[in-house]
């Protein structure tokens, strides 16, 4: 019988949340955080023909709040009142925040390079009517195999094909059908950016690039699975570019079709999540579960793709975390560990550091290092219960757990 992978050893770091309607100020001074403002080298705005994205970038500041370990340095984007931006994705020196602007566009993707110290803003999505966001609520930020640049934003989505229009009309055929595309938004590639400081011809209305479309497995199709995926996360790995059900499984291809211009079609792969792991296809919908992502991630390590599961369906106090790795030539996963909750809290360093913290607490919202590998950071937070007896999260204080090998 094979030996069960032993857990790695773990320790307690304290954290803290900014929450909307607290003043960053008061925050700051009560947990000891420097304020440190990032002076922005440069901003550029693309596909807004109607709406005076500039004057939204001026209003828009970063601010680094710097702690010394073990408390958590934050990084805020402030802007226009109301308005109150989600980070969406981030790849190395590129953070991805989504707001949504009240009586304007239906939203804005702002990205933020740690490097040049440059500020984008573009809108979140191609038109309503020409493109449907049903695959991936989610861009993916995706590069070049080995190559820190360029980049690209992709989305993943429908585009509605009409009889006479688009494609010829054939009897007994539905007038509406939907094809798979990838919207892709290239900065090299857009040629009109809008900028206060230096004037330039009007911009195209959408800057997303939609001449991709998307080939999708046809066993996956036919077994209904795209009528209940929903990328929860987005990443790219080793050349190729993934987008994770956390219920299901993972979508991929390779970067390269993504930045070639002979490649119109893209072929994209599957593979299920562990056996173990897979949920009811319409387990999302029921309203009886907390998003996945608070008790799931999946994402790239170094040289790995590991998936974090926490049970949601026991106990919170014997609640069991798996760490699995992706062979991905195989497109196998294979168990690395398993713990349970009952032993973290029966380790030394845990109670130790913070002998006062609730024990009414339950892990939540995994979290992968993409850069130490053997690292993988838990949040405790409170619970309910569903009326089907499932643990639900519903609020992630400040304590973090963190493991490591």
């Known amino acids: 019988m094979p030996q069960q992978p032993l857990a790695p050893p773990w320790c307690l770091l304290l954290g803290g949340r900014l929450r909307h309607g607290i003043d960053d100020g008061d925050y700051a001074k009560k947990r000891s955080l420097l304020p440190l403002d990032i ?17 939204s970038i001026g209003c828009m500041k970063l601010q680094a709040l710097v702690t010394n370990p073990p408390d958590f340095s934050s990084l805020v984007l402030k802007t ?9 994705a981030v790849d190395k020196n590129l ?47 995706v590069r070049r195999y080995a190559k820190d640049d360029p980049y690209a934003l992709v989305l993943m989505g429908k585009k509605p094909l ?37 004037p330039s011809p009007s911009p195209s209305p959408s800057p997303w690039d939609l001449t991709k479309t998307a080939n999708l497995p046809g066993d996956w199709l036919e077994s209904g699975g795209a009528t209940t995926f929903l990328a929860d996360v987005t990443f790219s790995f080793q050349g190729h570019a993934f987008w994770a059900d956390l219920l299901c499984g993972v979508l991929f291809c390779r970067s390269s079709d993504l930045f070639s211009h002979s490649v119109t079609c893209v072929n994209v792969g599957f593979t299920d999540l562990p056996t173990c792991c897979q949920a009811e296809a319409d387990v999302r919908f029921t309203g009886t579960l907390a998003g996945p992502e608070a008790y799931r991630t999946m994402g790239c390590s170094r040289g790995s793709i590991k998936f974090v599961s926490i049970d949601f369906q026991l106990f919170h106090g014997n609640r069991r975390v798996t760490v699995w790795r992706l062979h991905f030539s195989s497109k196998t996963w294979v168990k690395q560990y398993m713990v349970t909750q009952k032993h973290l809290w029966k380790q030394p360093e845990f109670t130790g550091a913070n002998p006062n913290l609730p024990r009414d607490m339950t892990l939540m919202h995994p979290i992968i290092n993409t850069v130490e590998e053997d690292v993988i950071c838990l949040m405790l937070g409170k619970y309910k219960l569903g009326s089907t007896g499932i643990i639900i999260p519903y609020k992630a204080p400040a304590p973090w757990n963190v493991y490591e090998l």
């Open 39 to 55: 002076n922005l080298k440069s901003t550029q705005s693309w596909g807004f023909p109607s709406f005076d994205a500039e004057s």
């Open 80 to 88: 226009e009142k109301g308005l109150f931006p989600a980070i969406h």
């Open 95 to 141: 953070i991805v925040f989504f707001s949504r602007l009240p009586n304007e566009i239906d939203g804005i993707y702002i990205i933020y390079d740690t490097i040049s110290k440059a500020l984008s803003v573009l809108p979140s999505e191609p038109p309503r009517f020409e493109f449907d966001m049903t695959l991936a609520t989610r861009p993916l930020i």
């Open 162 to 198: 009409v009889a006479g229009v688009h494609k010829p009309v054939v009897k007994g055929e539905d007038l509406v059908t939907w094809q798979n595309v990838l919207a892709i938004w290239r900065p090299s590639s857009s040629s009109s950016p809008s900028s206060s400081s230096s």
